[in-house]
Structure formats: C-alpha cells, structure tokens
C-alpha cells in the first residue's frame, strides 16, 4: 500500500492536537518565510532569524479577534538535504517559544518537507502538501476541527493565495496589501454586533 506523503507537523504539546473547543474556533493561517521571519533562503537557525516588521501586532489582533495562530510553510530545504527534520523542529521549536513569550502563542506549524524534482529519497514525491497545493491546510482543519470558510490566510506569495483557495480558506491576503492597522482586517470581518434585519 502507498500512502499518500503527510505534511509535517509541530505541536508545542508534543503527540495528539487538542481540538480547539474552548478556545478559538478559527484560525489565522501564517506563511512563514516573508510573514514571520525575512525571507533569506532556507532560514534554519535563531542567528538567520530577523522578524518581519509589525509580525507580532499582527498576530495579537488576530489573537485578540478570537483567532488561533498556525503556521503553515513549504520547507524545500529538508528535502533539499541543507536541513534536517529534526533541525527543523529544533528550530520551529525554539520559534513558537519566541511567540509564546511575547503573548502570542502558536498553535501548531505545518510543513511541507518534500520537493516534486529537487528533493532527494523519501522526499522526493509529488505531495499534496506543497503549496500551492492545499494539503496543510486540510490538515489543520481536519486536526483542529476549523470551519476553514471562516479562517483567514496570509501569504507572501501567490502561491500562498493559490493554496487558501484550492482549500476554501475564506479570506487571504498578501502580507503588503494588509490594511495600515493590522486589527482593521480583522475588525471588518467579525460579524456586526447588530446586524440589520
Ligand atoms: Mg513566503
Ligand atoms: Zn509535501
């Protein structure tokens, strides 16, 4: 029997996820590499780490609007072989604990380890997983129980948009087109408090 290739997946809790029950109940669904951290290529260590300006205001409106945070990220460079797994968890690791101690925790970062034409053994496959393909944002779903009509995506790239179709993510956006006040993105899409009848 062939499995289908699995995105990765960290969890600061380690083993099964929780399901979001009495927390939120939607999410806000980040691309790392150009949303969090400066793109350099291939970012792996704390000292590569130069945070994207406004990233963690981002983040605590969207905490603040009742949205959980999940990081969702191509990781080319395992299958490339320039890192391993287990220094990407390493470092994803020492990530969310950068998050968590400025208030804003993450829930859980999906990554797509694999590559269709670069990748060498095990990774080398054609997944689901690579965005623009949807497969980690079907994941979290289906891991968290999201109404992913309700969740919001925000990418760098195409293909970041590309995937928040493919999967039905309600709202994405690219990080340079986000209003001024990071909240009012998230303001305009809560539901009105008195809605007209
Ligand atoms: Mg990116
Ligand atoms: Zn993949």
Known sequence: MNLPPRPGVFMPSGGRPEP?????????????????????????????????????????AARDAGYALIVVTNQAGIARGYYTEAQFEDYTRWLHGQFAERGVPLLATYYCPHHPVAG?????????????????????????????????????????????????VGTARLLGDLPPHPADLFAGLAPPDNPAP
């Not at 806000?28 to 260590?45: E, K, S, W």
């Open 120 to 168: 060498t053994g095990a990774y080398h496959v054609q997944c689901d997983c690579r965005k623009p393909r949807p497969g980690m944002l079907l994941a979290a779903a289906k891991d968290f129980d999201l109404p992913l009509g309700e969740c919001v995506l925000i990418g760098d790239m195409p293909s970041d948009l590309q995937a928040a179709v493919a999967a039905g």
């Open 20 to 60: 979001v029950t009495a927390g939120p109940h939607k999410a806000l669904f980040l691309d790392r590499d150009g949303v969090i951290n400066v793109d350099r290529g291939y970012v792996h260590t704390a000292g590569q780490t130069q945070w994207m300006p406004g990233i963690f205001e981002l983040c605590g």
